[in-house]
């Protein structure tokens, strides 16, 4: 039998093209029930599931965030309502089977935030960080790294969040 090894120095073009700009930080876009559009660092996030409703164990008397605990990998973690913490007024639809949740993590610190869809992954430059004087509701201030324009509108923006400040928040007092 003869190896043709010649296909890998072969000097053709690569028909396969990088599309967009790998620049900047890898990040997953995703809406909350109101609409607004975030984005988090793709390297906090342990995990995107969908997960039935029934899983999630309510726990009385918690902050008004939080759907309850989760049973993730024999790990017992909080499942919070990610746009109802960040001021939004929509919360989540619990009136369905399953909702969709994203596990992130800041060393030992793990949670879940229910969201309603995860668009896709984007790289984020942070020269394209919009100006500062856009008007960010002041609950979600504390939260948000930068502001970005969402690629074929003038007028949707997407905010890139700060998971280590979301994690680490005094708003998560049970």
Known sequence: MVLNLDFLTDDTPNPVEV???REGELCLRFDVPSGNEFAI???G???VMSVYLD???PIPNASP???GTYNWRGQVI?????GQFLGDKVLVNTDISEISILIVEDQELVMGFAIHTVANTEWLNVNQ???AEREIPTEMKPFIKGVYAVSGSDTLELRLLDRVAVLRSTHWTI
């Open 19 to 21: 599309v967009g700009s």
């Open 55 to 57: 899983r999630i164990t």
């Open 129 to 131: 960080n919009l100006a």
């Open 78 to 82: 909080w499942v919070a309502d990610l």
């Open 65 to 67: 965030f939080f759907l």
């Open 45 to 47: 996030v342990r995990e």
């Open 41 to 43: 660092a793709a390297a």
